[in-house]
């Protein structure tokens, strides 16, 4: 007997809300706009690639409970983001935010040039906090709303071969408990998910495409569900699966230069193996 679909248990949560996804065409973020595509809510994409767009356009317009807008731009572009919030906020009030824009590097941070320093902090922090910035009034005392800031795992410790990445990665972690804590009164929902490697185009890009696979890890879709159930729940810290919590467990109970020597180690393996 082939059993019936059974809906996630947070999707009512989620059903005819507005919601705005960045980074919302590829990896973790193609598929919270999969996932939240099926839960019923209002779409809003963020992204900068346009064939990566309207192919994720094709893929969920014809299961969308309403139509899904796009808006296509560089948010780290101060005229961008300007141009882009505009638009959203005259159409439409904001119910939960998927902070996912972001970019990672795997090297030493010396040889990271003056621009891509700039360009991931602007992108992974300052973007991040300003788009909370520009919704939260339009959230404040309305029942069911959200923000959901992605981390990593890389949040908890330094990530020496990713210095500048981690340390953006910390921001997210502590920016995310501060303002979770501050919003709690007005009933706005403030998670944070800090996955560990999964399954997308993260290591090939931040690697220049010397990763294009990395072993045992986890698939996106395992990491959405997880992340939209904690929000749902305006649960602080979400890390999804065990191997994860293991993983911050073990960590704990060592010597930070213990931490930072295996991380190292571990960076620079994966660096010489491709």
Request: net charge positive.
């Amino acid at each position: 007997m082939i059993k019936k679909y059974q809906p996630p248990r947070f999707s009512r949560w989620y059903s005819g809300k507005t919601v705005l996804i960045t980074g919302s065409t590829g990896g973790i973020g193609r598929e919270f706009s999969r996932q939240l595509n099926e839960c019923g809510a209002r779409l809003l994409l963020c992204g900068r690639d346009k064939s990566a767009m309207n192919s994720l356009m094709n893929e969920l317009q014809t299961k969308a409970s309403f139509p899904i807008e796009h808006f296509l731009g560089d948010l780290s572009d101060k005229n961008a983001f300007h141009k882009i919030i505009n638009s959203i906020q005259q159409k439409y009030k904001v119910d939960i935010l998927v902070n996912n824009a972001g970019f990672g590097y795997i090297n030493d941070f010396i040889n990271m040039s003056s621009d891509n320093i700039a360009s991931m902090i602007e992108v992974n922090c300052a973007v991040m906090a300003n788009l909370c910035r520009s919704f939260i009034p339009q959230m404040k005392g309305r029942a069911g709303t959200g923000m959901l800031n992605v981390g990593s795992l890389a949040s908890f410790f330094p990530v020496p071969g990713s210095a500048l990445y981690g340390a953006t990665k910390h921001f997210v972690l502590g920016f995310n408990d501060a303002l979770h804590q501050e919003l709690r009164s007005f009933g706005v929902h403030v998670s944070g998910v800090y996955p560990g490697i999964t399954e997308s185009k993260f290591h090939e890009r931040a690697s220049n495409g010397k990763i294009t696979q990395v072993p045992g890890a986890m698939s996106a879709a395992i990491v959405v569900q997880a992340a939209l159930q904690g929000l749902s729940e305006n649960k602080l810290k979400i890390i999804p699966g065990l191997s994860n919590h293991m993983k911050l467990m073990i960590a704990a109970c060592m010597p930070r230069t213990m931490q930072l020597r295996i991380s190292y180690a571990n960076s620079q393996k994966r660096n010489q193996s491709k």
